[in-house]
């Protein structure tokens, strides 16, 4: 099982384990006090944004297959808005917390970026998975997937995209919800589509098992999806996704408001956030070009910048300091 203990700088044991696996568990980023917290406010505002997956055109799994779970009346359930939830800093923690910054910067580099909206995940007794999807080379399609893609060249690990799962609860072995195909972020071929269902080969098919206030880190290039849940309390994560300072997959940050440079995020997520927080939410464009980054703790931000006679020369060509 490929568990960590959260450090200041990343180990070789831990670069060899994320590069062999395709993901990584943080142990104990946050505290029990802190994990109870956001509970609270998951519960405070469960009934006005939880959305359950009942349409058969949103469900995950197909019906009767081995990840659609034992009661079929069960959907996952989504929740938005996490960021502008007030009651907690836990869930605007998660962008730049010094126990994950140094993950972030190994597996993204400098400058990295959240590039979908955040969400909790929930699954109730019996409630479907999902079918497994993602991958370099795409499951089910066999296509190379670019906007997905792992790669390490030169000892350097790069994901074009990286999810980040804060566990809520506990999910102990057996109890179905996150699993993942170890080492498929290298694989050069599809998936037979009995697996892809759960229906064959679960051999491949692993459950991490995470405690609450562990992250898990998963390249979005290894295979993954989630298995029925099994246990009688809800299964419960934050999900968020990060790319590289020049990736992007999501839209979401050109849909409203003002930050930077053109449209933002909306509004409402930037109330009570820190700048190291909201560097976190630019938009995507190379380092040099005045991209605020993260110092390695993720307590302070540098400018990465050229030369003030460059950005002149720009602006009388391009009537911009940036081309």
Not at 279 to 308: C, F, H, K, N
Request: charged share 25%.
């Amino acid at each position: 099982m490929s568990v960590t203990k959260a450090s200041e700088s990343l180990t070789d044991t831990e670069r060899y384990l994320f590069d062999l696996n395709g993901y990584i568990v943080v142990k104990n980023v946050f505290s029990k006090d802190e994990i109870a917290k956001a509970n609270e406010c998951v519960d405070a505002h469960f009934e006005r944004t939880a959305h359950e997956r009942l349409n058969p055109s949103i469900r995950n799994t197909l019906p009767n297959s081995g990840m659609a779970g034992t009661d079929p009346s069960k959907g996952r359930i989504d929740l938005g808005h996490i960021l502008s939830w007030q009651e907690t800093d836990l869930f605007k923690n998660v962008l730049d917390h010094p126990k994950l910054v140094p993950y972030y910067h190994e597996f993204l580099g400098k400058g990295y970026r959240m590039d979908h909206m955040p969400f909790i995940i929930a699954q109730n007794k019996g409630s479907e998975g999902f079918s497994l999807h993602g991958g370099t080379i795409d499951v089910s399609s066999g296509a190379y997937n670019h906007f997905l893609a792992y790669s390490c060249q030169q000892g350097i690990i790069r994901n074009s995209l990286m999810a980040a799962s804060v566990v809520l609860h506990d999910q102990p072995a057996g109890s179905g919800g996150f699993c993942i195909v170890r080492g498929s972020h290298k694989s050069n071929f599809k998936a037979p589509a009995s697996m892809i269902n759960g229906n064959e080969y679960k051999e491949f098919i692993y459950q991490p098992e995470t405690e609450a206030g562990d992250v898990l880190l998963f390249s979005e290039g290894t295979v993954h999806g989630a298995l029925g849940w099994e246990m009688d309390y809800q299964r419960r994560v934050a999900l968020y996704r990060f790319a590289p300072a020049t990736c992007c997959y999501g839209r979401s940050y050109m849909e409203e408001g003002e930050v930077g440079m053109g449209k933002g995020w909306p509004a409402e997520i930037y109330e009570g956030m820190t700048e190291t927080q909201k560097a976190v939410l630019l938009p995507p464009y190379a380092t040099r070009l005045d991209r605020v980054l993260l110092d390695d703790d993720g307590q302070g931000t540098t400018v990465s910048s050229r030369s003030e006679a460059k950005k002149k020369f720009d602006k009388e060509v391009f009537g911009s300091r940036y081309f």
